[in-house]
Structure formats: structure tokens, C-alpha cells
């Protein structure tokens, strides 16, 4: 059994802060960000809270699949670092504001790896026939985390949510999850303090385990590259993406990316990316999908998705 895609959401902050506003705040360029990362823009939310964010992009969500009522969801599963309640979870507060009364909830914490755990978390309660649907939602305020005196690090975030209703399909799936406690330095936030990371540590392990991760979840679900539509990466880097790509030996064509636009949101990366292809028609039924995340953790994993 494997997730299908039917229907996705967003909540994108109106606020935007482009590579130039940054220049103002730390020593950097328009074309030193570009270059390195290929980010132009980042998404800003000063006013809603990150609950506020998933319930509009879970709510967007469910109105794209009209077919499938509130109900019938057996999952909700919110990821977020950057949220400002402890209790309740988020997930719980989406379930009463979409009124999915038959939904268990939880929040889970993976950072930049949390959509892909959380999908995968989906599909093994589908497999063990506890759920036919899911809403899976992706929220981060990066913003409140970032600092903004660090150009090493601030350059790089942003804000937004990202939501997928995914049902179960007996299509056969596949999926991977690792992670390395022991290296959890390069990428730390302290209770109350900011994101702190080694850039360069997190960008040779990605470019490193993605591949790899990817690999394994092709073999495992014996799928040749060539009937891979597009591979969804968390979006962290272009040259992360441009380099996975490479190692792969794909076409950068079959990597879409966003980044440019919305900066790295964390958790919320995957499925504002979903949201955009989806709705602009992008991934027609049947379309065939490996999505990849990674970072603080370390954490990584993969995972097979259809349409
Ligand atoms: O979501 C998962 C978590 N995070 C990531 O995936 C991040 C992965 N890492 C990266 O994306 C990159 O490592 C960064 C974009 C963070 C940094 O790019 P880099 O090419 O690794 O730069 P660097 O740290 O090697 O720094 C190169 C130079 C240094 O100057 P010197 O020592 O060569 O004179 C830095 O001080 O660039 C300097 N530098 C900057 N210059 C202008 C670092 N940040 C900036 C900046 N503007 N914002």
C-alpha cells in the first residue's frame, strides 16, 4: 500500500523580505545569496500564529479534494520546530477548525526531515489498515527562531505552511528513515534561543545520505529512474538540489524547486512545493513521486507517492 496525493494547500505569509532587506541587516549581497543558494525572496508572518498557518492551509487543503468530507480522515499529523503553543498540539487544533472529529492527532518534531516522517508515519498506519486518509501539514516560523545578526544562517529561512490529504492506494510502497544522534551539533536551537548551524557539515551530509536515501527507496520499490516524474526535495539549497541531481545522474528538470521564492521553510518546504505543482496542473493522476528530506538530527529519509 502506498499515499496518494489528493489535494494540497497553502498559507503563504504576504510579507516578503528579498535578499536586499537582508544586505540592510547583515554584511551580505543580493548576488553573495543567489549564487550560494539561489534564494531571491523569504516569506515573513508577523502576525498569524503557526496554528493560525496550518489550519488555512489544512482548510485549503480539504477544499481541493471536496469529494472527501472532514470525517473520514483517520490522521491528522502536524511537523513544526517553530510553533508557539506546547499544548494543545497543533494537530488537535486543526481537527476541531476542520471539524475531522474522526481523526487521531499528534505533532511531530523531525525539522526539515518531518513531512517525509510524517507521511511515512501515514503510510504505516495505512498499512496496518488503521486509516484510509490522512492530512499531513507542514508549519514553520522560522523567523522567530533565526538570527538575524547571523548571515551565515539568516539568509537561508523562511515562513509558510504547506498541507496534503493523502489517501491509501494498494499500490506497493516504499520508504527510508535514518538518523545520527550523534552528530546533532551542526544543527542546533536551544529552548528559547536560535537556530545555530554549521553550514557546510549540513551540506556535505545531504548531498551525501539524499542520494543514497533516494537510491534505496527506487530499489526497494524496484522503480526505474526513468518512471520517476519528479523527485521533491526539501529545499534547503539549490546547489544541494543541483548536486543530488548529479549523483543521481538525472535531469535537473525532474528536481522543481521553490526556494528562490520562499527560502528554506523547514518542514514546510515539501508540501508548499506539492501545492504549487499541484495546482498548477503539474502532477496529472498517476504522476509518480520521491520525496526527500533531511536536516537536524540528523535526520533523513525518502519515500515513493503517487497522484
Ligand atoms: O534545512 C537543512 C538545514 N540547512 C541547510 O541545508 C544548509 C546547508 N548549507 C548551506 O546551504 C551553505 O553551507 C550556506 C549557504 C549556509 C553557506 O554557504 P557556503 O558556500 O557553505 O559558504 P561558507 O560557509 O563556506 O562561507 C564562504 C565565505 C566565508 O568567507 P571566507 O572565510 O571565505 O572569507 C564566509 O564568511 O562566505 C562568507 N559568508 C558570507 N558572505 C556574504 C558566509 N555567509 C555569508 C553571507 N554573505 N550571507
Known amino acids: 500500500m502506498t499515499g496518494r496525493i489528493i489535494g494540497t494547500g497553502a498559507c503563504i505569509p504576504t510579507l516578503v523580505w528579498d535578499n536586499n532587506k537582508l544586505a540592510e541587516m547583515v554584511e551580505t549581497s543580493d548576488e553573495w545569496i543567489r549564487e550560494r543558494t539561489g534564494i531571491a525572496r523569504r516569506h515573513i508572518e508577523k502576525e498569524r500564529t503557526a496554528t493560525e498557518m496550518a489550519i488555512e492551509a489544512a482548510q485549503k487543503a480539504m477544499e481541493s479534494c471536496a469529494e472527501l468530507k472532514a470525517e473520514e480522515i483517520g490522521a491528522i499529523i502536524v511537523c513544526s520546530i517553530a510553533q508557539e503553543e506546547v499544548l494543545p498540539s497543533v494537530s488537535c487544533q486543526v481537527q476541531a477548525a476542520i471539524g475531522a472529529e474522526n481523526a487521531f492527532c499528534f505533532d ?101 545520505s539524499v542520494p543514497e536515501a533516494i537510491n534505496e527507496v527506487l530499489a526497494k520499490k524496484m522503480l526505474a529512474k526513468e518512471d520517476v516524474d519528479y523527485y521533491i526535495l526539501h529545499q534547503a539549497n539549490r546547489r544541494i538540489v543541483e548536486s543530488v541531481a548529479k549523483r543521481l545522474g538525472e535531469p535537473i528538470e525532474k528536481f522543481p524547486m521553490n526556494l528562490e521564492e520562499y527560502g528554506n521553510t523547514s518542514s514546510a518546504s515539501i508540501p508548499l512545493l506539492l501545492d504549487e505543482l499541484y495546482r498548477s496542473g503539474k502532477l496529472p493522476k498517476g504522476s509518480r513521486l520521491i520525496m526527500a528530506g533531511f536536516g537536524a538530527g540528523l535526520s533523513w529519509g525518502a519515500s515513493y507517492v503517487t497522484v
Open 108 to 208: 511531530l518534531k523531525a525539522a526539515c526531515s518531518g513531512f517525509v516522517f510524517a507521511y511515512n508515519t501515514c503510510l504505516a498506519y495505512m498499512n496496518m489498515g488503521l486509516i484510509k486518509n490522512a492530512l499531513i501539514i507542514g508549519v514553520e516560523k522560522l523567523s522567530t527562531i533565526t538570527d538575524w545578526t547571523d548571515r551565515s544562517s539568516c539568509i537561508l529561512f523562511g515562513d509558510g505552511a504547506g498541507a496534503a490529504v493523502i489517501n491509501a492506494c494498494e499500490e506497493e510502497g516504499a520508504m527510508m528513515m535514518k538518523c545520527d544522534g550523534s552528530r546533532g551539533e551542526v544543527l542546533t536551537c536551544p529552548a528559547g534561543s536560535t537556530l545555530l548551524m554549521n553550514g557546510q557539515e549540513v551540506f556535505k551530509f545531504a548531498v551525501r
